[in-house]
Each structure stands twice: as C-alpha cells, then as structure tokens.
C-alpha cells in the first residue's frame, strides 16, 4: 500500500515527530517536516544528546554535528564540530540551498551561521554540566580507579598526557563502552504526498569524545543517505558506520529491489565483518512510506506516523544478536 505521506524517527523523536507530522498533513514538504522535527529535540535541555544540553566533549565543550538530505535531487547539506549554536540541523539545510559546498566544519560553519543571522549563545547550562561531571567522576560509567586518574589528567592537560593516557589504558575499549551507554542521535525520514523523501540527522556525538571527533551523522553515505526510493540513518557507535557505509549500502539495496526491512536488516548484520564491539540502529523508509528499524542492542524502538493515523505510534526495532 502506498501512502499519502509517512514520518519516522529513532527514539527520542516523539518530541518533534507530531510537528512534522501536522506539516505533511497540511501538505507541507518533506524537507521542511524534517528540519522543524529536528528542531524541537535539538531543543529539549532534557535530551543529552542533541542540541541544548548535548554531550560535552572532553575538554566540557559541546560540539554539534548535523546533515539533511533531499531525495528527488540528492542534494544535501551538514555541519560539523559547531559550537555555540543551537540549531545544527537548520543550518546544515543552509548549507544545501545556498552555499557552494555540501559540509561546512567547526570555524568555518560557525563563521557561516554567524553571517545568515544565527544567534550565538551558550548550549549548555547546569543540567549538562553536572552530566559531564558526573561521567568523568566515573558515576555513570563504570571505569577502573586508574583509568578514571588518567582521563581527569587528560582533561586537565590534554596535549601532554594524551600520549600516556593511550599508552597506560585500552582507551579504545572506554569509548566502546561510552558508544554503548552515552551516546544518541536524532534521526527522522519524512516522505511528503508529492512523494518527495528526505533525511536529518542531528547529534552532540559521542560523550567525551576527543575534540574535533566527527561520527557519522553529518557524512552521506554513512549516518545518512536518501534518493528518491528510500531514505536511511544510523544512531549508535557512528566509527562503525563510517566504516561500513552503512546508509549508502542500504538505500543501494533497495534499487536493487530488495525490500527496505531486509535492505536495512542487511546493515546490521554487516557488523560481522568488523568483528568488534559498538552498537547500531538503522532507521529506513522507502517510497511507498513503509519503515524499517533494526539494532544490535536489545530494546532500543522508534517511531512512525503516515496518513492514516492521527498520532506517532511506539514501536520496538528489530534486535539482531551479532556474534
């Protein structure tokens, strides 16, 4: 069945999804019904994982990552490593429609932003202050006393003892661990009733990353792809995805007429190959507004809306167990 139009995102969109919702119904676009979706998530102060209050990285400072992407013409704009500005995801649009390029990092997007009128201001207050804090005096993650010695000195003097931080303790296996429990991306797809798809993707990246670190969510063909047959995103341990091409390989599948639920379940278990740790969730739509969801981690859910309900509805992603 194909339907007039279809919204889905991963687990914290419940926020936006009814707004996006309420433009498709009204017969607003798909790129709009992303953008606005986003926006409201990016800014609730209670979600750490995106915008406002969004994860710091290891020094304490909030770096935002952001993409979308428009179907039809597989045009697409992101923005990486921005500090200061709350609304990644509506720049990364900017970035699509006016500028030259199709990603923009740290100065040069804040420089960007700045000159089309976006506000600079602080995006992280108390709350996400004392969230850090909490992480780093190991709280929230259970960390040896020695490794929680050596990331405190890290933090302090980052460009001395990162050398000795990675020589003293697995740090890879600290931030596989991090990829498991504090982490978090909003993703939406949206197909309009111009049958029109389009993707966003927008996050603070993985907590205590290293500064400058770039997942997956603003790079196409990674955390986010879409053509004019299906729309595809990723949340989780974004080095994976990056690695994998995760979002590329799924929307390929489904031009090679294999169905979204399968195309995407084939993105998990490519996690095979790379024979590690991490966590991924592959969020899907294809162009008759038919959503697919499967994770690696047990219990993560989505959520959908189309034309035929009246309100996003709950649903659980499919886990795979990878060996």
Not at 78 to 105: D, G, T
Not at 181 to 207: F, P, Q, R, W
Request: aromatic share 6%; hydrophobic share 40%.
């Amino acid at each position: 069945m194909t339907l007039d139009y279809a919204i889905c995102g991963t687990r914290n969109s419940n926020i936006g999804l009814p707004t996006g919702l309420k433009i498709l119904r009204e017969g607003g676009n798909a790129l709009d019904a992303v953008e606005e979706s986003i926006k409201l998530i990016e800014n609730n102060p209670y979600d750490i994982t995106v915008g406002f209050n969004g994860f710091p990285n290891l020094l304490g400072i909030v770096e935002l990552d952001a993409s979308i992407m428009e179907g039809s013409t597989r045009n697409a704009g992101a923005v990486a490593a921005v500090k200061n500005f709350r609304h990644p995801i509506s720049i990364a649009r900017k970035v699509m429609e006016i500028s030259p390029h199709v990603m923009l990092v740290g100065e040069g997007a804040e420089r960007f932003a700045k000159a089309l009128g976006y506000q600079e201001e602080d995006i992280i207050d108390e709350l996400g202050i004392q969230n850090y804090h909490n992480i780093m005096d190991g709280k929230s993650l259970e960390m040896p006393i020695e490794a929680q010695e050596l990331v405190r000195e890290l933090f302090m003097r980052f460009d001395v003892h990162l050398k000795e931080v990675m020589e003293n303790y697995s740090i890879k296996e600290w931030y596989r661990k991090l990829s498991f429990d504090k982490h978090g991306t909003t993703n939406v797809i949206a197909l309009d009733n111009e049958s029109n798809l389009a993707v966003g993707v927008s996050t603070s990246g993985i907590a205590m990353k290293f500064p400058g670190r770039v997942g997956d969510s603003p790079i196409f063909g990674a955390g986010i792809y879409c053509s004019d047959k299906a729309g595809s995103a990723c949340t989780g341990t974004g080095e994976l995805a990056i690695r994998l091409s995760t979002t590329r390989l799924v929307v390929d599948r489904v031009h090679r007429n294999i169905a979204i639920d399968k195309a995407t379940e084939m993105g998990i278990l490519e996690l095979k190959q790379l024979k590690e740790q991490g966590v991924l969730h592959i969020i899907s739509m294809d162009k008759s507004g038919q959503c697919a969801a499967f994770t690696n981690k047990d219990g993560l859910y989505h959520y959908y809306a189309d034309s035929s309900m009246e309100d996003p509805e709950k649903r659980q992603s499919v886990f795979l167990k990878i060996q």
